[in-house]
């Protein structure tokens, strides 16, 4: 898809956005060809930082839709916000690994 994806350090073969997705930490990571620990080369207090401000961010812009869901019962309306909370989870995390196959260096892990 790109000419500048991260690959493994080890074995060459190209991260995929989903092996990103899948890993617990961007930094805790490992080569789906060869199992080599890998970690981008990411600030992880700036990550955090980025997550809660994208958090707060859309706590804000959804206050018009807290009246919307009251009427729902606080059961329905606490599915339909679980729910609201996992895809915008996924939206960020695929956005995020996104960035990172594409635009941060990656290495290897020896220790
Ligand atoms: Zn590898």
């Given at each position: ?63 018009p ?16 916000a ?30």
């Amino acid at each position: 898809m790109s000419t500048n994806q991260a690959r493994c350090p080890e074995c060459a073969v190209p991260l995929t956005v989903w092996r990103v997705v899948a890993a617990p930490l961007p930094n805790r990571l490992r080569c789906g060809a060869c199992r080599a620990r890998l970690r981008f080369e990411v600030n992880l207090l700036a990550l955090i930082a980025l997550a809660a401000a994208v958090l707060a961010g859309v706590v804000w812009l959804a206050r018009p839709f807290y009246a919307l869901l009251a009427p729902l019962g606080i059961v329905s309306a606490a599915v339909f916000a679980a729910a609201a909370a996992l895809g915008l989870w996924l939206a960020f995390e695929f956005g995020l690994a996104w960035f990172l196959v594409h635009r941060r260096p990656v290495r290897a892990v020896h220790d």
